[in-house]
Nanobody, 121 residues
Framework: QVQLVESGGGLVQPGGSLRLSCAASGSIFSISAMGWYRRTPGKQRELVAR???????NYADFVKGRFSISRDNAKNMVYLQMNSLKPEDTAVYYCNADIMSAVTLRRSGYWGQGTQVTVSS
């Protein structure tokens, strides 16, 4: 069984920073792309940032220059450093990873349970 667990969400004032972490654990053979998505009430889940196993990144236009994604392959972790936060960044943030199971050797997409980020004064 594979699971993703996020941490680091919370309440922050506009202009502040937060760092989200996501740990993948379980019967993992390999992890390819990892990423962060978010969902606000009434909207579909949207891509925030993704990073390949080799470190190539892509970002949604609305976070470019403010957010930075990174990963630690040895620890099976992905991070999202969020700076200059705005009220419109308020959302539930989800970790996603493309993981090959060590049991089935099949690759599937996995999601964390989500962590709330609230940007408010």
């Amino acid at each position: 069984q594979v699971q993703l667990v996020e941490s680091g969400g919370g309440l922050v004032q506009p202009g502040g920073s937060l760092r989200l972490s996501c740990a993948a654990s379980g019967s993992i053979f390999s992890i390819s792309a990892m990423g962060w998505y978010r969902r606000t009430p009434g909207k579909q889940r949207e891509l925030v940032a993704r990073i390949s196993s080799g470190g190539s990144t892509n970002y949604a236009d609305f976070v470019k220059g403010r957010f930075s994604i990174s990963r630690d392959n040895a620890k099976n972790m992905v991070y999202l450093q969020m700076n200059s936060l705005k009220p419109e960044d308020t959302a539930v943030y989800y970790c996603n990873a493309d993981i090959m199971s060590a049991v089935t050797l099949r690759r599937s997409g996995y999601w964390g349970q989500g962590t709330q980020v609230t940007v408010s004064s």
